[in-house]
């Protein structure tokens, strides 16, 4: 049975309560439709979420490796904030990171991690090399709550298995950034394979690819809504956040999953805007791409196939 949609009730008459009546009884004649939402209802939800579809305008460096600063600031700004605290790792001395200048100008707090590096601030970076196995035992030993602001992941190698241990272990950041490889094009959903857990030449052989980011995120309820202009992170927010934004600012109820027809398409979002070398890429695909470590992503977000089985 198709799962009713949650609508604002607000302002029905006596018509509209009655389609309602005839929805609930009979869902299943409804399905797939944008029941409860008028044309009106939809255009205000569009306004409030418009922001998402031009965050690449605010782009700014302060201690991030590109524009991430910026971006991060706006997003905050549109969506507010909970608890201000962060968690980050391979941040190496924490002079250019994700969260530093969270840290620094808006008070924020949190962990930062990386194998063997000491910052050369106030704050304390703690040395840990992180795997899929290590990083929920390490959340625990660091107390780091269930639900905070934002996940920033950046280990050039076993990403998507990390992430997936952290979200499998019902951790819930709201905004999570986390490195891409851009060699891949917009159809290749792959993660290097979890036994690559150092990252080693060729420098092209590391993380995941955007779309694979995309199916990980999606499955546990987020939607990814940016890739900077370098082309180096994806940023992914939680889909609930979204709806939540979306009540509080309209009075409308949306579900988070229907709420994802109102969000940047992920063809929308990557579209390789940065400079990326014609011989780098030829080398990746020739050289890179057939290697054995590579794992493919499906549309659960889920590895299913080794990449050259796909490709044989």
């Not at 690819?209 to 309820?221: I, M, R, W």
Request: include cysteine; aromatic fraction near 12%.
């Amino acid at each position: 049975m198709a799962r009713p949609q949650t609508i604002a009730l607000q302002g029905l008459g006596a018509a509209a309560l009655a389609a309602l009546l005839l929805y609930l009884v009979f869902p299943m004649h409804f399905a797939g439709t944008s029941f409860g939402l008028s044309a009106s209802q939809e255009t205000l939800i569009t306004t409030h979420l418009k922001f998402l579809y031009n965050i690449g305008d605010h782009e700014i460096k302060f201690y991030s490796q590109n524009g991430e600063d910026g971006a991060i600031q706006y997003i905050f700004a549109n969506l507010g904030t909970t608890n201000k605290y962060y968690v980050e790792f391979g941040v190496f001395d924490g002079t250019e990171c994700n969260t530093k200048w969270l840290w620094e100008n808006q008070r924020w707090d949190g962990l930062l991690m990386d194998g063997k590096a000491k910052s050369y601030d106030s704050r304390v970076i703690h040395n840990h090399f992180i795997n899929r196995t290590n990083i929920v035992p390490l959340f625990q030993k660091y107390e780091v709550p269930n639900a905070f602001d934002i996940l920033s992941v950046d280990l050039d190698s076993s990403d998507y298995w990390v992430l997936k241990a952290i979200l499998t272990a019902k951790y819930r950041p709201r905004v999570i950034i986390i490195e891409i490889n851009r060699n891949f094009e917009v159809d290749e959903p792959y993660t290097v394979n979890k036994e690559r857990v150092l990252w080693t030449e060729p420098a092209s052989l590391f993380g995941l690819s955007p779309l694979a980011v995309s199916y990980l995120c999606n499955k546990f309820g987020y939607s990814m809504i940016y890739v900077d202009k370098a082309v180096v992170n994806g940023f992914c927010v939680a889909r609930e956040v979204l709806s939540d934004l979306v009540r509080q600012r309209t009075g409308i109820v949306v579900s988070p999953h229907d709420l994802k027809r109102f969000l940047p398409t992920f063809e929308y979002i990557y579209r390789r805007q940065g400079p990326l070398a014609v011989d780098s890429l030829v080398r990746f695909k020739k050289e890179v791409l057939p290697l054995d470590v590579w794992n493919r992503v499906d549309e659960n977000g889920d590895v299913v196939i080794a990449a050259e089985d796909v490709k044989a």
